[in-house]
């Protein structure tokens, strides 16, 4: 069986540039109706304190920060689950205007939300394709995703980092057109 690769991943070493790749994507695409989200460093004196989730319109949300309570734990961060599940939940995923979705990240603390998770597989899993960043490292669903069928895989480096951006350009438009 010959499965459409319709699901885009890219992954690369932290700081290379993958969330970079994403919003420039999430730009250029703009046509296609992307909903999904992105992350940002929150920093404070120039030490990262934590992470900020922004959707695609602009709402913001609070991944994680290393001064917040909970049980959920990502090195020196506490993730906030119950936040990011409230802010997974205002992004219309399935609304039949949208074309493309993009995810910035697959990583160990989105991977703590089990809606998370659940809600990967079925954006992965539908007519929409799918264009996002996963670690580099990780086990479970991170490395189960890698093994997808449907996947076209990228690994972003400083070499390729301008070729890659219309590499992939050029393949969602492809399949969008």
Same mark, same amino acid.
């Not at 910035?104 to 603390?109: A, L, N, S």
């Not at 899993?125 to 990228?154: C, H, M, Q, W, Y």
């Given at each position: 069986?010959?499965?459409?690769? $319709?699901?885009?991943?890219?992954? *690369?070493?932290?700081?290379?540039? $993958? ?11 703009? %046509?296609?109706?992307?909903? *999904? ?6 920093? +404070? ?38 936040? /990011? ?19 910035? +990240? ?29 670690? /580099? ?6 490395? +189960?995703? $890698? ?14 980092? $301008?070729?890659?951006?219309? %590499? ?10």
């Amino acid at each position: 069986m010959n499965l459409t690769k $319709k699901n885009f991943l890219i992954t *690369g070493l932290p700081g290379i540039g $993958k969330t970079t790749l994403i919003t420039k994507l999430s730009q250029e695409l703009s %046509g296609f109706h992307p909903v *999904g989200f992105y992350t940002e460093e929150i920093r +404070e004196k120039g030490i990262r304190k934590g992470f900020e989730l922004i959707s695609l319109d602009g709402r913001r949300g609070l991944l994680s920060h290393i001064n917040i309570k909970s049980p959920f734990r990502v090195g020196k961060y506490s993730v906030d689950i119950k936040g /990011f599940q409230e802010f997974l939940d205002s992004i219309p995923f399935f609304d039949h205007a949208v074309r493309l979705i993009i995810i910035d +990240e697959i990583g160990k603390m989105e991977c703590l939300s089990e809606r998370f998770k659940k809600l990967l597989n079925e954006v992965l899993d539908s007519n929409k394709p799918v264009v996002a960043t996963i670690a /580099f490292k990780g086990g479970g669903l991170i490395e +189960e995703i $890698k093994k997808r069928g449907d996947i076209k895989f990228f690994e972003i480096t400083h070499a390729n980092r $301008k070729a890659l951006l219309l %590499g992939i350009l050029g393949d969602v438009r492809r399949l969008l057109s």
